[in-house]
């Protein structure tokens, strides 16, 4: 049964390019649209996830980044060290606000990081070229964004009003809505008001005013229970796991962004399971006469019925394979075009689309398998 199933599937080369064609087109637009909608939900909080940090420390009330402003004394710092499982700190600041880019001051929205130097928590976590931290006068940002605009090391960008010196470029920082630049820390509180005596590395009487908080917690120790131990011992601050942390972000920005994404991705998954279910119905019911000549010679309708059925599942089998190989390499080929989008492909996903796309292709074959059972051998062999 399916030795024959798959004999008669490769005896018609034009046939099995339509059948495999048309369901693996249909799949690549499920598996991409997948991947789209997977690689946005991930970049939502790229900078937390890669931060290095296993704690979050900010005002309290503070639980995201987009969209909000923390205010934390740099005293702080110290008092966040000395709790138990702790085993180092970075203070940060933070802001959103537009990058002026271009010929033109085109002006693009980033996180705006404000680094210590040494800083080991919170910088870029994959450099293209150049520096990690920057030095005074000096910003990192996003190496998409910067060739979109025509920008290198050593050229201008104005951020917080300042025009600061490129030093190096980051990958892996930008997404549909931002990206994040990178300054340092002297140069934020500089431009942001808060104007330092002294080296704002340092401790908190040369830092009156951070955002955050970034903790490494001891090898061994729980994120969960460390957070929960600086928020007993350290009054005014929101403590979380860089995974709490994250997930509200996500939260937050996903209500904003993945709406008309998520409305795409279902509009897509339908389309392409009825593009499929569609080629699977054709490709049975093209081959009508095969099926009446078994029957002529005695076929049994079972093994009909086990035929159709192995057939189809022959086709989205390999559909599939060709779908996830076009996927994979778009995932690939997508990000090195200098695009902000990012393609993803899920275990959860693939289990879900391939479960699917064989109760689609089952239910499509046997839609006509009644014709099949009900075929006249005489009538086959008059050419109808």
């Known amino acids: 049964m399916f030795r024959y199933a798959l004999r008669n599937l490769l005896q018609n080369k034009i046939r099995l390019v339509i059948s495999v064609g048309g369901v693996a087109l249909a799949l690549t637009l499920i598996l991409a649209l997948d991947a789209i909608f997977t690689g946005v ?20 009330g503070v639980r995201n980044l987009h969209m909000v402003s923390s205010s934390l004394s740099a005293s702080v710092v110290g008092k ?57 006068g000096q910003t990192v940002i996003d190496r998409g964004v910067a ?26 920082t930008a997404n549909l809505l931002n990206s994040v630049a990178f300054i340092s820390l002297n140069d934020f509180a500089r431009l942001r008001g808060n104007m330092l005596m002294g080296n704002a590395t340092s401790t908190s009487s040369t830092m009156p005013i951070i955002s955050f908080v970034l903790v490494k917690v001891i090898p061994g120790a729980s994120s969960d229970a460390v957070a929960a131990r600086i928020e007993q011992e350290v009054t005014g601050v929101t403590a979380q796991s860089r995974e709490e942390f994250a997930t509200q972000e996500r939260k937050i920005v996903k209500g904003m962004v993945t709406d008309l994404l998520t ?24 081959r009508r006469v095969e099926y009446g000549i078994l029957k002529a010679v005695g076929a049994r309708n079972r093994y009909l019925y086990g ?3 192995a057939q189809a599942l022959y086709s989205v089998v390999l ?36 479960i699917v796309s064989l109760v689609i292709a089952t239910l499509s074959a046997l839609l006509p398998i009644r014709q099949i059972a009900g075929l006249d051998p005489a009538l086959v062999f008059k050419g109808v």
């Open 147 to 172: 060739e979109k605009y025509g920008l290198g090391i050593g050229d201008k960008v104005k951020i917080l009003g300042q025009e600061l010196t490129i030093a190096g470029l980051s990958d892996g």
């Open 263 to 286: 409305t795409m991705n279902l509009v897509g998954f339908l389309v392409g399971l009825a593009v499929m279910a569609l080629t699977v119905y054709i490709a049975t019911l093209s």
């Open 80 to 136: 966040v060290q000395a709790v138990s499982g702790v085993a180092s700190v970075t203070p940060i600041m933070y802001v959103t606000d537009t990058m002026d880019v271009g010929p033109h001051e085109d002006r693009y929205v980033v996180y705006v990081i404000g680094l210590p130097q040494g800083a080991t928590m919170g910088g870029p976590w994959r450099i293209a070229r150049g520096v990690s931290i920057p030095a005074d």
């Open 307 to 309: 035929s159709v059925l």
């Open 41 to 60: 939900e991930g970049q939502l909080s790229a900078y937390i996830d890669h931060s290095g940090a296993d704690v979050f420390v900010s005002q309290t």
């Open 319 to 354: 559909g599939f394979a060709l779908a996830l190989t076009i996927t994979f390499l778009l995932s690939v080929i997508i990000p090195n075009l200098g695009s902000n989008l990012a393609l993803q492909i899920s275990s959860g996903s693939l289990l879900k689309v391939g």
